[in-house]
């Protein structure tokens, strides 16, 4: 049997663990608030011109003068997991196509283009080098 003082603690909690619960899966629902398409249509509408595999496929594979190319840590074609180059972990395949959760939060979108251009380029990439480069990943079917 439970002792009276601890089932009213209970009671008083349970408003505030399920507003926590209602917030979490606002959270979750978030999370898969945009698609690889919509942020190709996204940073080709910002470009003011449509994304170019080709010329993703370049940008994506290129080294811009530095020592490390997106496919050093994403592989080529980035289709499996690749592993990063200096913390060795492993990253889940960047291709939409082999990985359903790809490009699909917004804030993480923005977070990894920020920082991973700026480990390969040294700058933030334009809006049209991150539509080519979608519109590469966005090449490849299973």
Known sequence: MTPRPIRAAARRALPWALALLAALSGLAAH???????????????????????????????????GEWSCASCHGNPPTANGRHES???????????????????????????????RDVLQRECSAQEKADVLAFLQGFKP
């Open 31 to 65: 999370a898969a608030d945009t698609s690889a398409a919509q942020q190709l249509q996204h940073w080709s509408a910002q470009a003011d011109q449509p994304g170019d595999a080709a010329a993703g496929r370049v940008f994506f594979t290129g080294r811009h003068g």
């Open 87 to 117: 913390t060795g972990k492993t990253i889940a395949p960047l291709a939409p196509a082999f990985n359903p959760k790809a490009f699909t939060d917004s804030a993480k979108v923005d977070k990894w283009f920020r920082r991973n251009c």
